[in-house]
């Protein structure tokens, strides 16, 4: 069984997932950066992100450092334009970072609003597809002489200033799961060898106790 510590420590988790809030990594294919960004995406509570790559080895790459993340959701799809849609369809504002005369300071945003952020390859910046999904485009503004940050450190600039709004907002005092949801991810989060047992046999999760125990006789994997 789970040690009750580390059950509560899943519970606030989902308690603070903010399900419209998401990140789409356009072609972004160092293992570090990926990485890098799935972890601040974590730390500001999004349950799912989706990295986009038109390229095989780009693909690996993401498969690789999805697979490292046992807290954050990773979508893989070779196009943004299925992912576009699915977002437009879930009403999301889509936010574009890139620098271009009509991009806004990243600040000036609501990101209270359900947002979809969008965070080009290293080098040549978000496809075109992505530019046609954008309702806005962002940049960060910078005194210095470099032109362009990380794109893992600014991913993540971006990233807090919407955890900044929304707690201010109350937003994570709200959970965003329907009842029937939470209680399966928190099994799936707190077992997840068993689950997928379970899973794979069409048998239902156990019903957790507030330690996150469950009577093993409900359970004949």
Request: aromatic share 8%; net charge neutral.
């Amino acid at each position: 069984m789970i040690a009750p510590e580390r059950f509560q420590k899943i519970r606030q988790l989902l308690d603070k997932r903010q399900t419209d809030l998401t990140l789409v990594m356009d072609n972004v294919n160092k293992p570090h950066n990926l990485a890098a960004i799935i972890r601040s995406c974590d730390a500001v509570g999004i349950h799912k992100v989706h990295a986009i790559s038109r390229r095989s080895t780009i693909r690996t790459r993401q498969h690789t450092a999805a697979g490292a993340s046992r807290w954050v959701k990773v979508g893989l799809s070779e196009s943004i334009t299925p992912v576009g849609q699915q977002i437009r369809e879930a009403g999301m504002q889509i936010l574009v970072a890139t620098y271009r005369p009509d991009a806004v300071d990243f600040r000036s945003i609501d990101y209270t609003r359900p947002t979809a952020i969008v965070m080009g390859e290293e080098l040549k910046g978000p496809s075109e597809e992505a530019l046609g999904l954008a309702d806005h485009f962002i940049f960060i503004p910078m005194c210095g002489m470099v032109e362009s940050l990380n794109v893992s450190v600014a991913a993540a600039l971006i990233l807090f200033e919407a955890q900044r709004q929304r707690q201010a907002a109350g937003m994570y005092d709200v959970r965003h799961f329907s009842d029937g949801e939470f209680e399966r991810l928190l099994f799936e989060y707190a077992y997840p060898r068993l689950s997928a047992v379970l899973r794979e046999q069409g048998k239902p999760y156990p019903k957790l106790d507030e330690n996150g125990s469950f009577n093993a006789g409900e359970v004949t994997a």
